[in-house]
T-cell receptor, first 112, second 111 residues
């Protein structure tokens, strides 16, 4: 099993550009989530999904959209990138609820 | 006040030492608790869950004190490979049912 995969590993954007961060898992987990990690702050929840077709907002959802058309995939879209979105983004999945989460390797995003 | 608070460290300890980390949480309704480990520039990985009665996994012991709302992690006989950031994580429980992450405690084990 590949576990949780994320692409790209690194990305540089200009302010105002849009992009999609990809996340996929092959463990048939229902629960998936997106976090961002910034220096001096804990991981913060952006959006999450409890199953295909169901998504909800986390702590810091502004500027991001998600969709969950399949159990495996949970892409995160940045609508119009801002320097404040410079961060490391982690996708995670869990077999049931948010307890024991398996994280992907992360995407490092720099917005200029 | 942060929902989950940890001493950021760093904790610099020699190999073989015993080291303890504490973490406090603010939401008394929190239902489940975890320690995750994060190596430099890597993703977090679950180290262990924390149970009310306390639990041990090899050299690692986790304790929960619900009355005082704190969680601890004890590492015995530290190894160089234990060097990492240790994240205290609390499930907020209730209607929100989300994980709240502490900022982490950095451990550096010295030879």
């Amino acid at each position: 099993n590949a576990g949780v995969t994320q692409t790209p590993k690194f990305q540089v954007l200009k302010t105002g550009q849009s992009m999609t961060l990809q996340c996929a898992q092959d463990m048939n987990h229902e629960y998936m989530s997106w976090y961002r990690q910034d220096p001096g702050m804990g991981l913060r929840l952006i959006h999450y999904s409890v199953g295909a077709g169901i998504t909800d907002q986390g702590e810091v959802p502004n500027g991001y959209n998600v969709s969950r058309s399949t159990t495996e995939d949970f892409p995160l879209r940045l609508l119009s990138a801002a320097p404040s979105q410079t961060s490391v983004y982690f996708c995670a999945s869990s077999p049931g609820g948010p307890g024991t989460q398996y994280f992907g390797p992360g995407t490092r995003l720099l917005v200029l | 006040r942060k929902e989950v608070e940890q001493d950021p460290g760093p904790f610099n300890v020699p190999e073989g030492a015993t080291v303890a980390f504490n973490c406090t949480y603010s939401n008394s309704a929190s239902q489940s608790f975890f320690w995750y480990r994060q190596d430099c520039r890597k993703e977090p990985k679950l180290l262990m869950s924390v149970y009310s009665s306390g639990n041990e996994d090899g050299r690692f012991t986790a304790q929960l004190n619900r009355a005082s709302q704190y969680i601890s992690l004890l590492i015995r006989d530290s190894k160089l490979s234990d060097s990492a950031t240790y994240l205290c994580v609390v499930n907020s429980g209730g209607a929100t049912n989300k994980l709240i992450f502490g900022t982490g405690t950095l451990l550096a084990v010295q030879p």
